[in-house]
């Protein structure tokens, strides 16, 4: 029961939010899309759980960051389905209200989805903390879905080491959300 009240707290989106914006402005910055990120301002217990992305984001070249996109890394999309998945991602984004700030990077490289992802979890955060339960549980929803159909394959099917590392922080967020989801959609249906 402990876990559900931590999980029903808006702190813990925002946390969430702020830890896959960080991971987003990271790649962005590898790319020299933008500036490089100040570390010092990340707090601690967030910066362990991020330095070892940032030292393996530091040992591969701008252009393998570049690489880290959905319609390269993913095995078991055909190849017309590899040129038409970015415009599927910018449309499920706008979908959802999202706007690509850079048009310097596909939809679907990891640091879009990952800026994506932050959006969605920040949503869900406001939305508990105004108590409008309908989009909390959406947003929940919308980030689960996105997720396990998009990142989950993406970041096993690239052989990078960003990509491993990465993926114990997206697996231990599916694994927190999953059984809210699950629980919140039961209560909804008693009432």
């Known amino acids: 029961m402990e876990s559900q009240i931590t999980l029903q707290h808006p702190s813990f989106f925002l946390g969430l939010s702020n830890l896959y914006k960080i991971l987003a402005q990271i790649l962005l910055a590898k790319m020299e899309l933008i500036p490089k990120i100040n570390t010092s301002n990340i707090p601690s217990y967030t910066l362990n759980l991020v330095d070892p992305i940032i030292k393996s984001i530091e040992s591969q070249s701008p252009e393998s960051i570049k690489a880290l996109k959905e319609s390269e890394c993913r095995k078991d999309l055909d190849k017309s389905?590899?040129?038409?998945?970015?415009?599927?991602?910018?449309?499920?984004?706008?979908?959802?209200?999202?706007?690509?700030?850079?048009?310097?990077?596909?939809?679907?490289?990891?640091?879009?989805?990952?800026?994506?992802?932050?959006?969605?979890?920040?949503?869900?955060?406001?939305?508990?903390?105004?108590?409008?339960?309908?989009?909390?549980?959406?947003?929940?929803?919308?980030?689960?879905?996105?997720?396990?159909?998009?990142?989950?394959?993406?970041?096993?099917?690239?052989?990078?080491?960003?990509?491993?590392?990465?993926?114990?922080?997206?697996?231990?967020?599916?694994?927190?959300?999953?059984?809210?989801?699950?629980?919140?959609?039961?209560?909804?249906?008693?009432?």
């Not at 389905?81 to 959802?96: D, G, T």
């Not at 990891?110 to 549980?137: D, H, M, P, R, V």
């Not at 159909?149 to 114990?168: A, E, G, L």
């Open 81 to 191: 389905s590899k040129i038409l998945w970015p415009k599927v991602l910018e449309q499920a984004y706008r979908e959802q209200g999202y706007v690509i700030e850079e048009n310097l990077i596909s939809p679907d490289h990891l640091a879009i989805q990952l800026s994506y992802t932050s959006q969605l979890l920040y949503e869900a955060a406001n939305a508990l903390s105004w108590g409008n339960k309908e989009t909390f549980i959406n947003r929940l929803i919308a980030v689960h879905r996105f997720l396990t159909v998009h990142m989950m394959p993406t970041i096993s099917q690239c052989r990078n080491p960003v990509t491993d590392k990465m993926r114990d922080i997206i697996i231990t967020t599916i694994a927190y959300i999953r059984p809210l989801i699950i629980s919140l959609l039961k209560d909804r249906q008693k009432l």
